[in-house]
């Protein structure tokens, strides 16, 4: 006789639900584990993607910041060789202007102008020279006080360095302003 004749009809039909039960929920465990085996090995696959890509956006932010670093610094440098040279015309200009007054102030040089010889507004005109004994030849020139000389080359002192003054401020705006 078998060990299962012995065991009454209910208590084994109850055997028999139970083991059934045991491995329905056995492989319902495991079917959750397959599951989950591949739900993370998606999710893994997702995280490489992810990182993937925020590398190539680190790695196109660092070449945008080195590109407009590197902008700058020839933006920089040109704009320092444009001041180098605004600067060195300027003192040349400052030079020249200087070495013009002192040779103003020895009377090494003097300064004239041409008078209109025709002008017949009044009895104020030069009267032009008699002789041809001087060294100057052509329109007839009258020679400036020097201390009127002197105000002139500080008028145009002061233009010559508007000037080079503006021509360095336009070649900043330009500097600025082209893209490179």
Not at 45 to 66: T, Y
Not at 71 to 77: F, Y
Not at 136 to 155: C, E, F, S, Y
């Amino acid at each position: 006789m078998r060990v299962v004749d012995l065991i009454p009809a209910p208590f084994r039909l109850l055997a028999v639900g139970v083991l059934l039960t045991a491995l329905a929920g056995g492989s319902a465990a495991s079917a959750w584990k397959v599951q989950d085996w591949r739900y993370g090995q998606q999710l893994a696959e997702q995280a490489g993607l992810h990182k993937d890509d925020l590398i190539a956006i680190g790695n196109a932010a660092a070449h945008q910041l080195r590109t407009a670093q590197d902008n700058r610094r020839d933006l920089e440098q040109r704009l320092s060789a444009s001041e180098q040279t605004h600067y060195k015309e300027l003192s040349d200009a400052q030079t020249n202007q200087a070495r013009l007054r002192d040779r103003l102030a020895t009377a090494d040089l003097r300064l004239s102008v041409l008078l209109d010889a025709t002008a017949t507004a009044g009895n104020d005109t030069v009267p032009a020279p008699t002789s041809t004994s001087g060294l100057v030849h052509g329109a007839t020139r009258a020679q400036l006080d020097p201390a009127h000389a002197q105000r002139i080359i500080g008028i145009t002192d002061a233009g010559d360095q508007g000037l080079i003054a503006l021509a360095a401020c336009q070649a900043y705006a330009k500097e600025v302003s082209t893209p490179k």
